[in-house]
């Protein structure tokens, strides 16, 4: 089953418009990470954010993270083409457990 | 530092074949892991291997094994090949594996006709 779920599963944007996905999980967890897939190629780590933490920036991304909802975010700023990919959320549900993924959402940016 | 390497990159194999894809973990990293990407599971977990060992398994039939050498190097086979497992399947590696980030690697393409 799955431990994540991205939403929107798919969501399309004008280049320099802002991207915002969210992810739901449904155990706690230690952390939350965030990761891309160009079209067919593997998985690329974005950013890790851990359960004491409620924002984490890293460049145009910024994640937020609420451990009573049970949610995070991963809002990309001033978006480029290039930005188009798969955006996966993965947790764990404890430390030795491997890394479950949603299903993604698939994010166009139309230049 | 050299990335996590996969080969093959694209096979075609037959029904009823086997096929065996092998991972180069990044250096030092210990912890393996294989994935399976299918458009309409999304990514599943087939195993983790650390140090040799299995440490994890995912909920896959006895048709998908693994395994690991002990310069970390992993592969994992797949007998008996049957349509449903043609997929992308992905090896990752980290140093500790578990809830730690983990680096992918392009992935192994199979067509199973």
């Known amino acids: 089953s799955q431990q994540g779920e991205e939403d929107p599963q798919a969501l399309s944007i004008q280049e320099g418009e802002n991207a915002t996905m969210n992810c739901s999980y449904k155990?706690?967890?230690?952390?939350l990470q965030w990761y891309r897939q160009n079209s067919g190629r593997g998985l690329v780590h974005l950013i890790l954010?851990?359960?004491?933490?409620r924002e984490k920036h890293s460049g145009r991304l910024r994640v937020t993270l609420d451990t009573s909802k049970k949610s995070s975010s991963l809002l990309i700023t001033a978006s480029r083409a290039a930005d188009t990919a798969s955006y996966f959320c993965?947790?764990?549900?404890?430390?030795?457990?491997?890394?479950?993924f949603g299903k993604g959402t698939r994010l166009s940016v139309i230049a | 530092k050299a990335g996590v390497t996969q080969t093959p990159r694209y096979l075609i194999k037959t029904r009823g074949q086997q096929v065996t894809l092998s991972c180069s973990p990044i250096?030092?990293?210990?912890?393996v892991s294989w994935y399976q990407q299918t458009p309409g599971q999304g990514l599943q977990f087939l195993f983790e291997?650390?140090?040799?060992?299995?440490?994890n398994k995912g909920n896959f039939p006895g048709r998908f094994s693994g395994r690991q050498f002990s310069n970390s190097r992993s592969e994992m086979n797949v007998s008996t090949l049957e349509l449903g497992d043609s997929a992308l399947y992905l090896c990752?590696?980290?140093?500790?594996?578990?809830?730690?980030?983990?680096?992918f690697g392009e992935g192994s393409w199979l067509t199973v006709v």
């Open positions: 990752a590696s980290s140093s500790q594996g578990g809830e730690n980030t983990i680096y």
């Open positions: 155990t706690s967890i230690n952390n």
């Open positions: 954010i851990r359960s004491n933490e």
């Open positions: 993965a947790t764990a549900p404890s430390g030795n457990t491997p890394l479950v």
């Open positions: 250096s030092g990293h210990r912890s």
């Open positions: 291997y650390f140090s040799e060992t299995q440490r």
